[in-house]
Nanobody, 118 residues
Framework: QVQLVESGGGLVQPGGSLRLSCAAS????????MSWYRQGAGKERELVATIRVGGTTTYAESVKGRFTISRDNAKNTVYLQMNSLKPEDTAVYSC????????????WGQGTQVTVSS
């Protein structure tokens, strides 16, 4: 049974930091590209960051220089370190696993709420 379980969300003041985690099970984690998406209230879902099988990373322009995605294949976990948070970063953050050789194999977590407010 495939599972992606996010944790680490919460309420933080502007300028603060949070570290999200996504623990994976039920598939070969090291063979999947991992991404973080977010969706704010009334907004479309946005791709925030991706880390590929080889470790290369890409980021949305809105988070470059503030967010860092990383993975630990030994722990089957992907992380999103978020620094210098802004109110516009408020959203539900979800992790996604995608098989780069067969995109029909893609999985989602349930999401974790991040609220940036004073």
């Amino acid at each position: 049974q495939v599972q992606l379980v996010e944790s680490g969300g919460g309420l933080v003041q502007p300028g603060g930091s949070l570290r999200l985690s996504c623990a994976a099970s039920g598939f070969t984690f090291s063979s999947y590209a991992m991404s973080w998406y977010r969706q704010g209230a009334g907004k479309e879902r946005e791709l925030v960051a991706t880390i590929r099988v080889g470790g290369t990373t890409t980021y949305a322009e809105s988070v470059k220089g503030r967010f860092t995605i990383s993975r630990d294949n030994a722990k089957n976990t992907v992380y999103l370190q978020m620094n210098s948070l802004k109110p516009e970063d408020t959203a539900v953050y979800s992790c996604n696993a995608r098989n780069p050789y067969n995109p029909k194999y893609a999985y989602w977590g349930q999401g974790t709420q991040v609220t940036v407010s004073s």
